[in-house]
């Protein structure tokens, strides 16, 4: 299971990282996909809608279950990856890559910070 250093987390099983364009890049780990199963579908939330930290704004069909994504910061979606909606697969073949869900523009550039790291992650997973 993969847990990159650069990356933070939530207790909900979503990553995020910064980009440069200031907006927060949100996917789920590989903790989360591997749990799931196939994904076969996916739910996303649009550009514009605006997302609140820790509820929900997507959602991922598995063969397994129906399962919430949550919005890790509160924000402005400015960018989906249409690419997941019509390949979902790519979200278990490529969790940190190709498989990212959502672009937000947070309201508090700092509320990353306030996110768990790559250590006190693996540490709630067990």
């Known amino acids: 299971m993969s847990v990159p250093d650069e990356l933070k987390y939530t207790a909900e099983h979503e990553w995020a990282q910064d980009t440069e364009s200031g907006s927060i890049r949100v996917g789920i780990t590989d903790h989360a996909q591997e749990q799931l199963g196939d994904i076969v579908f996916v739910s996303l939330p649009q550009p514009g809608d605006r997302v609140v930290a820790g509820s929900p704004c997507g959602e991922l069909e598995s063969t397994k279950s129906v399962s919430e ?40 550039p700092k509320s990353l910070k306030e996110l768990l790291t790559a250590a006190e992650y693996t540490a709630a997973i067990g």
């Open 69 to 108: 994504i949550y919005a890790p910061v509160s924000g402005e979606i400015v960018a989906v990856n249409s690419a997941i909606e019509t390949a979902p697969e790519l979200v278990n073949s490529e969790p940190y890559g190709g498989g990212w869900m959502f672009e937000v523009r947070p309201d508090d």
